[in-house]
């Protein structure tokens, strides 16, 4: 709940329009300041979401997955192998029609 708090902080501070021509260029600091921050918070944990589509049922899935628990940090041994995942469905969301 802290880490959103700080996230909504971070995007609260608008960027200010200054007059002439250096107004444009702090503008856009500002927002790359935001975007790096809010980056750096979704690299700051120790889990990485893999997003799985086209799955034989149909479904697609999402699976948190530790880092500590992987031979890879990069995750390139995940790139081509085939994985049986064990798991249990936490909650199902439905398409809008």
């Given at each position: 709940m802290?880490?959103?708090?700080?996230?909504?902080e971070?995007?609260d501070?608008?960027?200010?329009?200054l007059?002439?021509?250096?107004?444009?260029?702090?503008?856009?600091?500002?927002?790359?300041?935001?975007?790096?921050?809010?980056?750096?918070?979704?690299?700051?944990?120790?889990?990485?979401?893999?997003?799985?589509?086209?799955?034989?049922?149909?479904?697609?899935?999402?699976?948190?997955?530790?880092t500590?628990?992987l031979?890879?940090?990069?995750?390139?041994?995940?790139?081509?192998?085939?994985?049986?995942?064990?798991?249990?469905?936490?909650?199902?969301?439905?398409?809008?029609?």
């Amino acid at each position: 709940m802290a880490q959103m708090m700080e996230i909504a902080e971070m995007f609260d501070k608008a960027p200010k329009q200054l007059k002439g021509k250096g107004g444009q260029n702090n503008e856009y600091k500002v927002m790359r300041q935001q975007m790096l921050q809010f980056s750096d918070s979704l690299k700051a944990g120790n889990t990485t979401d893999l997003t799985i589509e086209g799955l034989q049922s149909g479904h697609n899935a999402l699976i948190t997955v530790e880092t500590a628990f992987l031979n890879d940090p990069q995750m390139s041994d995940l790139v081509d192998g085939n994985f049986r995942v064990l798991g249990k469905v936490i909650r199902s969301v439905g398409e809008k029609r």
